[in-house]
């Protein structure tokens, strides 16, 4: 039984069962990230999922579409190898917040699209996974028989043909585990959000984080979501549009405890694989990080394996990682990778789009 809501003439949202699984496919990558950030930085993870919930509903209302809401990839996997502080993670978003807004109201994607090719966002999604993929492979060796039962989850799944569940079922064990050492948490309140100390956040740092980070928003959630919205569900959401959402969700959001946050495509075609056709799942979803928010208490956090947890990121990083293959200019998104693990994600950056475009102006020259 379906129960469907129409907004305007275009919107609407549908509560259903598809909807509910749908759902889960957006949740997939978001937990993992968020609960790596709880235990590894300063963060509150009721915050965070508080702000996750409010912004899954308000988009998914929004849009009528199940649209994405997920960490900020880039930023996210800076803090949690201990790159970047709290502060530094939430000034990074409010930074981006007023970016992205502005390039919103503007209409000025089409022109920084023309700076940032392809295989530049490739190289810095690669490099992301290599990062997270250093720090999942630390955590794992502090355990090396947790981590054991955590890849054997993670094989049994894909071997029953779920690939795509296989971090969320990984979670999954680790809170079992987690709740089977502290107890059931009881229900409390949030109280109020961390503070980060921003005057203390003015490093290089940051901004080296924002022009990584932006280079994946603009490719990866902002224009390659609008294509997938026009390929998946024959609507029109243009690149702008989703750039000034992200915009007015990090400035509302950063404020309130969340973490720099946006519009993925893998977060969109998730939540299609598994069902989702409208923003009824985004609905479903936020109320389900609502409820989460006020059960994840720092002791049910500070109790999750971290050996496991090691495995969870190593999943995320082989998922974002693997999309190198996709890249035009396969050896430059590597260089751009490898060059961002051993120097500087935001040099690599800079390089890579140096190396881009000589490389197209030669090209067009033979």
């Not at 490898?338 to 881009?356: D, M, P």
Request: hydrophobic share 55%.
């Amino acid at each position: 039984m379906a129960v469907s809501v129409r907004i305007g003439e275009s919107r609407r949202i549908e509560f259903s069962a598809s909807e509910l699984t749908g759902a889960v496919g957006d949740s997939i990558t978001v937990l993992p990230i968020v609960v790596a950030l709880a235990l590894l930085t300063e963060i509150s993870l009721p915050h965070v999922l508080i702000a996750f919930g409010v912004f899954q509903v308000v988009w998914g209302v929004w849009y009528g579409l199940p649209v994405s809401v997920e960490p900020m990839k880039a930023l996210a996997a800076l803090a949690v190898a201990g790159a970047l502080s709290y502060a530094e993670l939430a000034l990074a978003g409010l930074v981006l917040g007023v970016v992205l807004l502005g390039i919103g109201y503007t209409g000025a994607l089409s022109v920084v699209k023309r700076w940032i090719g392809e295989p530049v966002i490739r190289g810095i999604q690669f490099a992301v996974g290599l990062i997270l993929l250093e720090t999942a492979l630390s955590l794992a060796a502090e355990d090396f028989m947790l981590a054991g039962v955590g890849l054997a989850i993670a094989l049994g799944v894909v071997t029953l043909g779920y690939k795509n569940a296989s971090a969320l079922v990984v979670l999954g064990a680790g809170a079992a585990i987690a709740v089977w050492t502290s107890g059931v948490p009881a229900v409390q309140s949030p109280g109020l959000p961390p503070v980060p100390a921003l005057e203390s956040a003015l490093t290089w740092g940051v901004a080296d984080g924002i022009v990584a980070q932006f280079a994946m928003t603009i490719g990866n959630a902002a224009l390659a979501t609008s294509l997938l919205f026009s390929d998946l569900f024959d609507r029109e959401v243009s690149a702008d549009e989703l750039s000034g959402s992200m915009g007015v969700t990090n400035l509302l959001a950063v404020p309130l405890g969340g973490i720099p946050m946006c519009h993925g495509c893998d977060g969109v075609a998730g939540k299609y694989e598994f069902g989702a056709r409208t923003g009824g799942a985004n609905v479903l979803l936020g109320i389900g990080y609502l409820t989460l928010a006020l059960v994840a208490t720092g002791t049910l956090v500070a109790a999750f394996p971290l050996a496991m947890l090691g495995v969870l990121l190593a999943l995320v990083a082989l998922s974002l990682g693997s999309s190198v293959k996709e890249s035009s200019d396969l050896p430059l998104s590597m260089g751009i990778g490898l060059l961002a693990l051993v120097w500087n994600i935001g040099a690599a950056f800079a390089l890579g789009i140096c190396a881009h475009l000589l490389f197209e102006r030669y090209r067009r020259g033979a």
